[in-house]
C-alpha cells in the first residue's frame, strides 16, 4: 500500500547530514500536571485525619511532600505522621512484603488507627509487590481495614492519582458504616480539603441554613464518618478533576444526585447554597437559604465597596487549576478586577467551558509552559497581579509584579463569603506593599555620582 504523505526537505535539511543526539524525553506525568499518580492519591486521602498512612517506597516518596499541604484538622493528626517502609537495595532485589507486613502490624499495635491506608509507588510496582494480598491478609489478621492503594507514580497524572483514590474510597470505605441519626437534610462534600480552613467557614453557613455534611471527602474527615457517606441526600463535587468519577458511581450505586459548584466568590457560594436546597427538595430549607444569602450578599457588598475603587481597571493572570480555574474568576470579577489570561493546565474540558463563559475567548489560554509563559502572558496583557501558587512567587517578586498565593500550600482561607473579602484584602495588600515604591528606586549604586573615581 502505497503511503499518502509526503516528507518535505528543506535546504537547510540537507546542510548537516550527521545524525543528531536526541534528549531524553521529559516525564510527562509530573511535567504536565504538577505531579504523579501517587502524589494526587496522597492529596486525596491524606486529610483523613485519624487514619494512617504508609507509604511503601523509597523515603524520598513520602519525604518530599510531607507537611506541604495545608489541609486542616479539628481534632485527630495522626495523618501528619510520615510512614514510610524506606525500601533499601536489598529490598528491592530480595523483595519487601514482609517489611510491609510488619510496618502495617507496628502502626496498628502502637497507633490504633480504625484504618490503615497503603500506598504503592514506582519502585514497589515495578518489582511486583503484590499490595492487595499484603494489605488483605493484614486486615484479616488485625481486624482493622488496611486499604491498597494502587497508585504508583508512573501510571499517569496527579488527576489520575485523585481519582484512583476516589476508587481505593468506594470499594473499600463508603457503605461500610451506619450514621447513628439523620434528619433528611445531609450532604457530603467531594473534593474538599479544608485548606486554611475554608472547610470550617463552609460548614458554618451550612448549617445556618438548617443543612449538615455527613461527610467530608476528605478535608478534615474521619474513616468512620466517610462509610457513611452513602446515607447522604445530595453530593456537592468541589473539585471536578479530583473525585467527579466518586460522584458518578455514588449516583449509579445509590441513587445520590450530584452537582458541581464552588465556594469562591459570593455569587459561587449562593448558587452552591441554592443548589443543595433544591436538590433537597425541602422548601424551608429553600427558604431559609434564601434568607441567608440575602444577608450575606449585602454584608460583603458593603465591605467590598472601597476595594472595588482600588481595584478599577486593574488586570490579573490566574495560574492555577481545577476547579479554582474559573471559581476564582468569578471572585475576582465581582472585585472588579479583569483576568486577562488563565492557566488550565488541570482543568477538563467542563473546567475549560465555565472558564471561556467568564472572560470570553479573547484571553490568553497557558496550557503548560512554567513560569517563562506566565511572565509572556503578563507582559503582552500588561496584568497588574498575578495570582498562582507558591511555586510562581519568587518568578513574579523577582519580576516586581504584585503576587497572590491561590494553591494548596497557601494559610488563608479564601472560600464563602468571608474568603471573598479575605481575598480582597489579600490582593489590596499585594498591589499596595510600600516594597514597590522602594523597587522604583534606583539602587544604590545607581545613585552614586557619574563622574566618582574619574
Avoid at 465556594?263 to 434564601?290: C, H, P, W
Wanted: charged content about 25%; glycine content about 10%.
Amino acid at each position: 500500500m502505497e503511503a499518502t504523505s509526503k516528507v518535505q526537505v528543506h535546504d537547510s535539511d540537507c546542510l548537516n547530514l550527521k545524525p543528531k543526539s536526541q534528549a531524553c524525553p521529559r516525564p510527562k506525568p509530573g511535567e504536565a500536571a504538577g505531579g504523579c499518580a501517587f502524589d494526587g492519591a496522597q492529596i486525596a486521602l491524606l486529610p483523613i485525619a485519624d487514619a494512617a498512612h504508609l507509604v511503601h517506597g523509597p523515603a524520598t516518596c513520602i519525604g518530599t511532600s510531607w507537611e506541604s499541604r495545608g489541609s486542616l484538622s479539628s481534632g485527630p493528626r495522626l495523618s501528619e505522621y510520615g510512614f514510610g517502609t524506606a525500601l533499601g537495595e536489598r529490598d528491592i532485589i530480595f523483595g519487601a512484603e514482609k517489611k510491609l507486613a510488619d510496618s502495617i502490624d507496628y502502626i496498628a499495635g502502637r497507633f490504633k488507627p480504625p484504618a490503615i491506608f497503603v500506598y504503592s509507588t514506582c519502585v514497589t510496582a515495578l518489582i511486583g509487590e503484590d499490595l492487595d494480598a499484603v494489605c488483605g491478609a493484614a486486615s484479616r489478621r488485625l481486624g482493622l481495614p488496611v486499604i491498597p492503594v494502587n497508585s504508583p507514580g508512573f501510571v499517569g497524572s496527579k488527576n489520575l492519582g485523585n481519582r484512583l483514590a476516589g476508587e481505593a474510597l468506594m470499594q473499600y470505605v463508603i457503605g461500610r458504616n451506619e450514621p447513628e441519626s439523620l434528619t433528611g437534610c445531609e450532604v457530603n462534600l467531594l473534593g474538599e480539603y479544608n485548606i486554611a480552613g475554608e472547610l470550617w467557614d463552609i460548614e458554618r453557613l451550612m448549617n445556618r441554613a438548617g443543612i449538615s455534611i455527613l461527610s467530608r471527602i476528605t478535608g478534615d474527615g474521619r474513616f468512620k464518618e466517610i462509610g457513611c457517606a452513602h446515607r447522604a441526600k445530595v453530593n456537592m463535587v468541589v473539585c471536578s478533576r479530583a473525585l467527579l468519577g466518586l460522584a458518578k458511581r455514588m449516583e449509579q450505586n445509590y441513587k445520590i444526585p450530584y452537582f458541581e459548584g464552588s465556594f469562591y466568590g459570593a455569587k459561587e457560594t449562593s448558587y452552591s447554597l441554592r443548589q443543595m436546597a433544591y436538590l433537597l427538595n425541602d422548601r424551608e430549607i429553600e427558604q431559609r437559604v434564601d434568607r441567608l444569602i440575602a444577608r450575606e450578599e449585602a454584608r460583603v457588598a458593603a465591605e467590598l465597596k472601597p476595594y472595588r475603587k482600588l481595584f478599577k481597571g486593574k488586570k490579573a493572570i490566574l495560574y492555577t487549576g481545577g476547579v479554582k480555574s474559573w471559581s476564582v474568576i468569578s471572585a475576582l470579577k465581582e472585585l472588579g478586577i479583569e483576568v486577562v489570561g488563565v492557566g488550565t493546565n488541570k482543568s477538563t474540558a467542563e473546567d475549560v467551558g465555565r472558564i471561556v463563559d467568564r472572560i470570553g475567548e479573547d484571553a490568553d489560554y497557558i496550557a503548560e509552559g512554567g513560569a517563562k509563559r506566565i511572565l509572556r502572558a503578563v507582559k503582552e496583557r500588561k496584568a497588574d497581579l498575578m495570582i498562582a501558587g507558591g511555586r510562581n512567587m519568587y518568578v513574579s517578586l523577582k519580576e516586581r509584579i504584585p503576587f497572590v498565593d491561590i494553591n494548596q500550600e497557601r494559610h488563608t482561607a479564601y472560600a464563602g463569603y468571608d474568603g471573598l473579602i479575605r481575598l480582597a484584602e489579600q490582593i489590596g495588600h499585594a498591589l499596595l506593599h510600600p516594597v514597590w515604591k522602594l523597587a522604583e528606586r534606583p539602587a544604590p549604586w545607581e545613585e552614586v555620582d557619574p563622574n566618582y573615581g574619574r
